[in-house]
């Protein structure tokens, strides 16, 4: 048998009318909840009832800010102010049980606008960011772009169909040698595998449902320069190739970027010294509970498993205030390769190298503090954004082995399987 309090019965009461359209009953029930309540549970539960029955928008802002102010993770008042600001529609909210068919056409694009409109060879994107530079002949034009790639807020996103991260159908093709997949610019059939060097590059007989990423951060190398920073690399390196070096591959590698807030709560015991009466020193024991607020911006997770130990050393090497809105367009010649790590197994990387980072922070800054406790309940995934980053790679074959090397395509940075850079 289950034996409720007052103020349970009359936020249950509260609840009931308010499934039940009663909305003047729920409302009379919620405040006398509100009015007798001794705990924190009762005051979310009955303001947010009110802020479902008012129809006075500063009202029903003010009953959701102060249900967040109580619990910042609170899904259903995040939901609604969200609808209240405009940046969530109640239409395109959806269930997990019930998701939205999927596009059953695969998308189709334009691939002609960033290939040399003289040769035909491919572009690259120049390091000033203004203009397109042909890498055979060297012919270049300017391409202005003034929009920003933007961010998506992590909840709304979980909210809609896009959080599920599968709205588009997406044509997709296969290396019979690697078994990588990459989108290749539209018309192309056939090419050689960034990875392996397999020619053998095929259109797959369906398509797959991806969501696009949502910027791309474009090739700034031409294959030229690219092999000068190899060559310059390995003399460095004092590396003795054993046979000939293949040429770099370019190509595209995806990557989720996050952005957390919300706070670490810490609780610890610390010793307090009192002076008695006869002069005399009392040593009691306090205990310290707080929030340590955090925020990471950018925090960058490999969406592609087969080159996330590679690629994660040459993260940092990586400038993402140059990323540009996406468009398919930038493929044109560049295979990129799809990613197979969802943005919800991304968002749950990213929050536990975010939550181990602050609490290293944490632990050398709080040493005065004895039995440290920590709790992540407080963190939250806000915003998240789907990259493409320029990568160039091949093997430099050593003593019977070979070296994997993979470069930056934006600043010419250098990672290998021996850790050099």
């Known amino acids: 048998m289950i034996i409720m309090n007052r103020d349970n019965e009359l936020t249950h009461e509260a609840y009931i009318n308010l499934k039940a359209g009663d909305f003047a009953a729920a409302r009379r029930y919620a405040e006398r909840a509100l009015m007798n309540a001794d705990d924190i549970e009762t005051r979310i539960k009955a303001s947010f009832i009110l802020s479902q029955v008012s129809d006075d928008p500063k009202e029903k802002r003010d009953l959701l800010e102060t249900v967040l102010a109580y619990d910042m993770h609170h899904a259903e008042a995040r939901r609604a ?89 997406t044509q997709v093709f296969h290396c019979k040698g690697c078994g990588a997949e990459f989108v290749l610019a539209p018309g192309v059939i056939s ?34 320069q690219a092999v000068k920073f190899l060559v310059q690399w390995v003399e460095e390196n004092k590396l003795k190739p054993s046979s000939k070096v293949d040429l770099p591959r370019g190509a595209y590698i995806p990557l989720w970027t996050f952005d957390l ?59 993402l205030s140059a990323v540009q809105p996406y468009d398919t367009r930038f493929l044109a010649n560049w295979p990129a390769e799809i990613y197979d790590i969802s943005m919800s197994d991304a968002s749950l990387d990213a929050r536990e190298i975010a939550y181990v980072d602050y609490r290293q922070r944490l632990q050398s800054e709080l040493t005065h503090l004895e039995n440290l406790s920590m709790s992540s309940a407080g963190m939250a995934v806000e915003s998240f954004k789907l990259v493409l980053l320029p990568v160039w790679m091949t093997e430099i074959p050593i003593g019977g082995k070979k070296i994997e090397v993979l470069m930056n395509g934006q600043s010419g940075s250098i990672t290998s399987t021996q850790g050099n850079t």
């Open 81 to 169: 102010l969200a609808i209240l600001d405009g940046k969530l529609k109640a239409a395109d909210i959806v269930s997990a049980d019930n998701l939205p068919a999927q596009a059953a056409d695969p998308q189709k694009a334009r691939a002609d606008r960033f290939t040399c409109p003289k040769c035909g060879a491919r572009r690259v994107f120049a390091p000033d960011g203004r203009a397109l530079v042909c890498e055979h002949c060297g012919y270049n034009d300017s391409l202005e772009n003034n929009a920003e790639a933007g961010e998506e807020d992590f909840f709304i996103a979980m909210a809609t169909s896009k959080g599920h991260r599968k709205p588009v159908a």
């Open 191 to 224: 090419s050689t595998c960034a990875y392996c060097d397999s020619p053998h590059v095929v259109r797959l007989d369906e398509s797959r449902d991806l969501l696009e990423p949502d910027a791309i951060l474009p090739h700034a190398l031409t294959q030229k």
């Open 261 to 319: 807030g919300g706070a670490i709560r810490y609780t610890g015991y610390t010793y307090e010294v009192d002076e008695n009466i006869f002069q005399k020193e009392q040593r009691r024991l306090v205990k310290i509970s707080e929030d340590s607020p955090v925020l990471v911006n950018d925090l960058l997770i490999p969406a592609s498993q087969k080159m996330a130990a590679r690629l994660r050393p040459l993260l940092p090497t990586f400038n």
